[in-house]
């Protein structure tokens, strides 16, 4: 019978396994497909508790657009936008309170991720939590409200399928088109950090565990 550490050593190796799926998207990209599958039914527990203290909603862009992608945050802070701008805020502009902690599961998946594509240390203080409905799309954009862009972010993909959009340093370039399953883990550093990227229209679909809607964490070290 081994003992935990043994166990957690065991789990680690093999999921750095040469076997396992690892794509390189780019230079600072890297696709663990299937990473967090094992962990799904946990992460999918912990995103309940979440919910019940700061439900999905659709924010407003600065120039007044709703956002089809509904959002929420878990951990110290949390990304929000509204006519003023972009932003991390430690506090749920919906209920004035602080944003409910990041899941245990959460946090332990997001740093083991990080370490396996060569980030170790890696300790968000941010989760942002996006969910989409057949239909919904993410324009392309860059994540550039956090702190410091050698920081990583680590993606996690859960439920139906969707076409992520990874785009260069500059908004002209074709996207490059990567299909994102249940359990697909990305984690973006180095020169891929400040790439523009979106998501295509989701196609029509139910999946066993989610139902009919795609449900992506991104981790993120914002202050
Ligand atoms: C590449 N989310 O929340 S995750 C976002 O599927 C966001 O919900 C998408 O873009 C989603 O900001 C894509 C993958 C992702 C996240 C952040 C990145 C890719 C990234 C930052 C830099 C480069
Ligand atoms: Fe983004």
């Not at 439920?159 to 908004?171: C, E, N, S």
């Not at 088109?177 to 973006?188: A, I, M, T, Y």
Request: aromatic share 8%; proline share 9%.
């Amino acid at each position: 019978m081994p003992n935990e550490n043994e166990r957690s050593g065991d789990l680690l190796a093999n999921l750095a396994a040469p076997g396992r799926e690892r794509v390189a998207l780019g230079p600072d990209a890297v696709l663990l497909a299937g990473f967090a599958a094992d962990a799904a039914t946990d992460l999918l527990a912990g995103l309940e508790t979440v919910l019940a203290a700061a439900p999905f909603r659709h924010m407003v862009t600065p120039g007044g657009h709703r956002m089809s992608v509904a959002m929420t945050s878990a951990g110290p802070l949390g990304w929000v936008t509204d006519r003023s701008g972009y932003r991390y805020e430690p506090h749920d502009p919906e209920t004035g309170r602080p944003w409910p902690l990041l899941p245990a599961r959460f946090a332990s998946l997001a740093a083991l991720a990080a370490k396996t594509a060569g980030f170790p240390g890696f300790a968000p203080d941010s989760c942002l939590i996006n969910r989409y409905e057949p239909g919904t799309q993410l324009a392309l954009h860059q994540d550039r409200n956090e702190r410091d862009f050698a920081q990583p972010i680590v993606s996690v993909s859960l439920g139906l399928p969707a076409i992520f959009l990874f785009g260069g340093p500059v908004r002209g370039a074709r996207p490059r088109r990567v299909r994102l399953e249940h359990g697909d883990v990305v984690v973006w550093g180095g020169g891929a950090r400040l790439h523009f990227h979106g998501v295509a229209p989701l196609a029509e679909g139910t999946h066993p565990l989610t139902g009919r809607c795609r449900i992506n964490l991104t981790f993120r070290r914002a202050g």
